[in-house]
Nanobody
């Protein structure tokens, strides 16, 4: 059974930083594209960042480019999202996702999803 478990969310002031983690189990982690999405209240779930199987390729939404960094540790089945210079508009539930193939951006057609972790940025 595949599980993706996010952690690291919380309340932070604007300009601050958070590091989200996603622990994966039940899958051959190095064979999966990993991504982060986010969903604000009343809005659709939006693409944030994606990382290739071995971490050599990354992609970001324009809204987070230069502030967020996605990374992965295949030895420990982990994917991370370092978020710096946070803004109130970054407030959302952040979801980790896994796909056995390369999913076009900004598609949400990933095979597995975590339950999400809340990030709240105060002004």
């Amino acid at each position: 059974q595949v599980q993706l478990v996010e952690s690291g969310g919380g309340l932070v002031q604007a300009g601050g930083s958070l590091r989200l983690s996603c622990a994966a189990s039940g899958l051959t982690f190095s064979g999966y594209t990993m991504a982060w999405f986010r969903q604000a209240p009343g809005k659709e779930r939006d693409f944030v960042a994606r990382i290739s199987w071995i971490g050599t390729s990354t992609n970001y939404a324009d809204s987070v480019k230069g502030r967020f960094t996605i990374s992965r540790d295949n030895a420990n089945n982990m994917v991370y999202l370092q978020m710096n210079s946070l803004k109130p508009e970054d407030t959302a539930v952040y979801y980790c996702a896994a796909a056995r193939r390369i999913v076009p951006i900004p598609s949400r057609e990933y095979d597995y999803w975590g339950q999400g972790t809340q990030v709240t940025v105060s002004s």
